[in-house]
């Protein structure tokens, strides 16, 4: 029998080591799975590198996460989101690391990865500081920079609804980068805020199958980022 | 003398053919979408998502999972719908979108865009999809003021600040003109109500086509 649906989102987590890759799914607080990054505060796990398109806001999810040391480099496009105030700071102390990636880029070589692609050629961000030192090439009478496909040991996702073989969908523009994370990374993490029987989510609406996901955790209320960031909470308080 | 952000955001908007895919970057790109023309059929693209953008909802119908590439809420029209990141990111490295219309740092004579880093010392580079769009969406329309706040051109020979992409400005909405950028130059297509040629000329750094 299949079933990944695991007990508690500390469970989930429970084996995200030092050094870890993990990409985390969301765009500013919409899909993020901000349960998930708070039990992985809790386990305490160090030396991350952290692929995810922004650095979080406040002092709680990814911003805490940060905050809290966990994080030795960032991979994003956006690490300056509104209210984000963290990473600033660390990254002007030279305490954090960051490459900068083109958000198309970002997510191409995410998807990259999960499709078993090494490398790819694109057009985003030749001629500009974000292409130095790379590989292009001239296709058809114009330069591409080479990127390489991005693996992740651990997949942090948020979706809308899950069944136990790990099919998912998602809500509104939280899809984001939750489906193409799960299919990069060696173990993938996903809470649910509902779970349902198998059959119940149309196969024709099914947006990440089942396939990519390894573990699901029921968050029937996750916290919402910018009302937490609202009230001043800190993780951990 | 010139134009307001809300008349250059009506300058654009009257320039988008009916029927047209269109990307509107954060600030006064964002103004586009309240003016355009009557009878004109377009949608909107944001890079997180959607496509079908709507306008702002009332706080009643906000949705914290429901927002733009600003991060700000909005609503999705009917016939809209959702994808992810990596198709998101095809309709824009694929060719797929008509028009991208971005604020801008500078540009120069030649189309170079910089609009994402100052590279000053301290500052923290954020480029989102920027680069993304001027690479891949066929016509790239640039809205900003003619000269910075502090007194700096913006229209210039060669970009200081990092570029986002080269050569790839269509046009220039500005407070002082429509320029159109092409290989035989930097045309000037209107001038804002007031403004002289030679006004315009002496705000700008390259040598403009009457």
């Known amino acids: ?237 | 003398m010139g134009w307001s952000r809300i008349e250059m955001a009506q300058k654009a908007a009257q320039d988008i053919p009916d029927g047209s895919y269109v990307n509107l970057g954060i600030g006064i790109p964002e103004l586009v979408a309240d003016h355009v023309p009557a009878g004109i059929e377009v949608i909107y693209h944001t890079e997180n998502g959607l496509l079908g953008m709507g306008p702002v909802p009332d706080e009643a119908n906000r949705d914290i999972e429901l927002i733009n590439a600003g991060k700000k809420y909005v609503t999705a029209i009917p016939g809209a719908c959702y994808f992810h990141h990596a198709d998101s990111f095809t309709m824009i490295r694929g060719g797929h979108l008509d028009i991208s219309v971005l604020g801008a740092l500078q540009v120069s004579k030649n189309g170079d865009l910089a609009n994402w880093s100052t590279g000053k010392p301290g500052a923290i580079p954020a480029v989102g999809g920027a680069m993304d769009l001027v690479a891949g969406v066929k016509n790239v329309w640039v809205i900003t003021d003619h000269v910075s706040k502090d007194g700096q051109m913006k229209l210039v020979n060669n970009c200081a600040f990092p570029l986002t992409g080269k050569g790839i400005v269509d046009r220039v909405y500005s407070n002082l003109a429509i320029i159109e950028i092409s290989d035989e130059g930097l045309k000037v297509r209107e001038l804002a109500p007031g403004v002289s040629f030679d006004y315009l000329q002496e705000q700008s750094e390259p040598k403009l086509i009457q």
Request: with cysteine; aromatic share 6%.
């Open chain 1, 1 to 237: 029998m299949i079933n990944k649906l695991v007990k508690s989102d500390a469970e989930a987590v429970s084996d995200i080591f030092d050094g870890a890759t993990v990409m985390i799914g969301g765009f500013g607080e919409a899909g993020s799975p901000i349960e998930l990054i708070h039990r992985l505060i809790d386990r305490g796990a160090k030396d991350l590198t952290v692929v995810s398109n922004n650095t979080g806001s406040g002092n709680v999810g990814l911003a805490a996460l940060i905050e809290n040391r966990q994080v030795r480099k960032m991979i994003c496009s956006f690490p300056r989101t509104a209210g984000s105030v963290v990473f600033p700071e660390l990254y002007r102390a030279g305490e954090i690391e960051l490459e900068l990636v083109p958000q198309g880029t970002l997510a191409e070589r995410i998807r990259a990865g999960g499709a078993g692609i090494p490398a790819f050629f694109t057009p985003s961000s030749v001629n500009t500081p974000l292409a130095d030192g790379k590989e292009t090439r001239d296709f058809n009478g114009q330069t591409y920079v080479m990127e390489y496909g991005i693996r992740a040991d651990f997949s942090l996702v948020k979706c809308h609804t899950a069944d136990r073989y790990g099919n998912l969908t998602y809500h509104r523009t939280a899809r984001n980068f939750g489906p193409i994370m799960c299919t990069a990374a060696e173990t993938t993490i996903v809470q649910a805020k509902h779970i349902v029987e198998p059959g119940a989510i149309d196969p024709e609406v099914v947006v990440t199958p089942g396939i990519f996901v390894n573990r699901v955790v029921h968050i029937a209320d996750p916290a919402h980022e910018s009302i937490l960031v609202a009230n001043q909470e800190r993780y951990p308080s």
